[in-house]
């Protein structure tokens, strides 16, 4: 099996997530967004307040609200940019995608008290913290073009314990296999913050309706209907 990164472009005219989410924040340039928030603590997030900020509140409410603009995009992204990619006429992907910050001086996703000082956060989909399946398929879309310490460290395949950072640039989505392979953030120490959002997909000869562990972080089942919806032709 192939665990490389693998790269695509997209239109971001006709799939403009920068700009709504720009819009959102009433900013210019979303690696500034960290210009918003006021006594910013600079100690890495953990597990549970990797998604409390006030940007992550503005997303989720502006989401779980109603936010077609958004979604719509979102939908006709997986059916005609991801679909492609598989070569699918059906499709299993999260129902609402996952956003993103990683501020100045510190990480997207929070650890907890076990992970090593060097690896605070680092782990695998389907570790016991999240619960993913194995057969799910890990895309990213990068709202910042974002470098080293701003970016995501994806080890090169599963138990290689080697590491690369990924290129995040505006106009691509890139995916990589996170239920199998490490990933995770050291602290940005760029002075700017990565903006992203990223969701999973299963291919269709993939997908287990009897799969019985739920996400730890939104509670849901990972079936149509919970975690997960179906795209068709």
């Not at 990683?102 to 690896?119: F, R, T």
């Amino acid at each position: 099996m192939n665990y490389d990164v693998q790269y695509y472009k997209y239109n971001i005219k006709q799939f403009n997530f920068e700009s709504l989410i720009s819009s959102l924040f009433n900013v210019d340039k979303l690696c500034n967004v960290h210009e918003l928030l006021e006594n910013v603590d600079n100690k890495l997030f953990s597990n549970e307040e990797d998604d409390s900020t006030k940007l992550h509140s503005m997303f989720y409410k502006k989401l779980n609200e109603g936010w077609p603009e958004f979604m719509d995009t979102y939908k006709f992204f997986i059916k005609n940019v991801i679909m492609d990619i598989y070569n699918v006429n059906t499709l299993i992907y999260q129902a609402k995608p996952t956003f993103r910050v990683q501020l100045p001086n510190n990480i997207a996703v929070g650890g907890n008290k076990n992970d090593s000082a060097e690896k605070y956060g680092w782990h695998k989909d389907s570790d016991p913290e999240y619960n993913h399946p194995l057969t799910e398929k890990n895309f990213i879309v990068p709202l910042t073009t974002s470098r080293e310490t701003a970016s995501v460290y994806i080890e090169t395949g599963p138990g290689t314990d080697k590491f690369k950072p990924a290129k995040m640039n505006l106009g691509e989505v890139f995916n990589f296999c996170g239920a199998e392979c490490i990933h995770g953030n050291k602290p940005n120490v760029t002075g700017k913050s990565r903006v992203s959002f990223d969701f999973r997909i299963m291919l269709k000869e993939d997908y287990d309706e009897n799969y019985s562990k739920n996400s730890k972080l939104s509670n849901q089942k990972f079936v149509v209907g919970g975690y997960y919806a179906i795209m068709e032709r």
